[in-house]
């Protein structure tokens, strides 16, 4: 007897369902110039993937984990046409490995990204795992991903590297209902600087043969993510603090679970990608006040004016800058340990003030409105504190505006 007959269907990994929650599916993976051409992805934690399971990827160092399969490949899932390199350890990338693609002659890309599944250090201390990890970014200008931990305990501590403010944290939600899960870190660190960033999907994501949760899954895809983007803005490589200003920019879906557990939001492609406009300023601690009279305003503020229509539903700008760990980690204890304080304002083409952001321990700030005229909207930055003075001038700042 037959009881019932129903159409086959293909069966698919939970990688894909996510990747159509940050529009990678739709918005990236179609042109070829947004699948992270040209970009190397440096991975590192416990072990790394055997290199006949990913393509275009070369493990310097490590035995093959369950784990290491999965977020490998996630992020050739996310970013196929990226090169992966790999060091198992939890450790930083060697002399070496940033300067050995150079001998390749062109056929493998040097790293600009690195991304970090693993963590430690379960209190909210600023250690000098976070230090170093800070000084990495600083001193190399490649931006760092970590997945900050999972509470399993019930601390809610975000774990080292992941206090670093250099560092971009990533969360943990579930795409089947756009929801954070419950042991996604959000304790801010002893240093006052917010985390994590960014949330991307970590639930049940099935990619290299296992299927596994935690923010361990969620921090390739936004590192994946931010290669895909690099690929064709290749503006942001180099630039880490341009880079997370987008990244962040991008953080438009709405996740449920409370602020401090999502940051400020779910990264989407489809809306931080294809429109927006950039601008960063690099030079020595001082050059502050050069950029402020080179703006013809000459008034402490840092300013620049950019064309918005009001037919946008919504624009969201960040600003973004590096600090130096070593300053952070020596004033650790301080009431604002970070050793550069930057605010950022918002005026419309009238001068009406259109909102603010004025945190006193983040190196980043952002700022989110709907644009009710068109016109050149004015963005003033304002440099707060200038505590660490051997701490150079990096700032990015990402005006992104998009339909809802």
């Not at 403010?165 to 600087?193: C, E, H, K, M």
């Not at 917010?194 to 923010?215: D, H, L, R, W």
Request: glycine share 10%.
């Amino acid at each position: 007897m037959i009881r019932g007959i129903e159409l086959f269907e293909e069966g698919e990994d939970d990688i894909t369902q996510a990747m159509v929650d940050t529009s990678i599916s739709s918005a990236a993976l179609p042109y070829n110039s947004t699948r992270g051409n040209s970009v190397g992805i440096y991975m590192t934690e416990s072990g790394c993937a055997n290199e006949n399971r990913i393509t275009n990827y070369d493990r310097l160092s490590g035995s093959e984990t369950n784990h290491s399969r999965n977020v490998g490949a996630i992020l050739r899932a996310v970013s196929p046409s990226s090169f992966i390199y790999c060091r198992g350890g939890n450790v930083l990338p060697t002399f070496w490995d940033l300067i050995g693609p150079l001998f390749t002659f062109g056929l493998r890309p040097p790293i600009e990204i690195v991304t970090m599944s693993a963590s430690k250090n379960d209190s909210t201390s600023y250690s000098t795992v976070d230090r170093d990890w800070d000084n990495f970014v600083y001193s190399n200008n490649i931006p760092v991903f970590n997945s900050g931990g999972n509470t399993g305990n019930g601390t809610g501590n975000v774990c080292s590297p992941g206090k670093g403010l250099n560092v971009i944290t990533v969360g943990n939600y579930d795409d089947a209902n756009d929801t954070i899960r419950s042991d996604s870190p959000f304790v801010d660190p002893q240093t006052g600087n917010q985390k994590p960033e960014i949330v991307a999907p970590g639930t049940n994501i099935t990619a290299g043969g296992f299927t596994m949760s935690g923010t361990s899954q969620s921090t390739p895809h936004a590192a994946a993510f931010a290669a895909d983007m690099m690929s064709d803005s290749t503006y942001l490589k180099g630039k880490p603090y341009l880079l997370k200003a987008k990244v962040l920019a991008s953080a438009t879906d709405p996740i449920s679970g409370g602020s401090n557990k999502v940051g400020l939001g779910g990264i989407d492609f489809a809306t931080g990608q294809w429109s927006g406009y950039y601008q960063w300023y690099e030079g020595e601690n001082n050059d502050f006040e050069y950029f402020d009279q080179a703006d013809g305003t000459n008034d402490n503020y840092v300013s620049k004016k950019i064309y918005i229509g009001s037919y946008w539903d919504r624009v969201q700008v960040v600003l973004s800058w590096l600090t130096r760990g070593t300053y952070t980690y020596d004033h650790r204890n301080d009431a604002h340990p970070i050793g550069m304080d930057l605010d950022l304002r918002v005026y419309d083409p009238y001068g009406q003030y259109m909102g603010g952001s004025h945190s006193w321990d983040n190196p980043y700030e952002d700022v989110a409105f709907t644009p009710t005229v068109s016109g050149y909207y004015t963005f003033k930055i304002k440099r707060y504190a200038n505590r660490d003075k051997a701490n150079n001038l990096r700032m990015g700042l990402y005006v992104n505006y998009y339909f809802n």
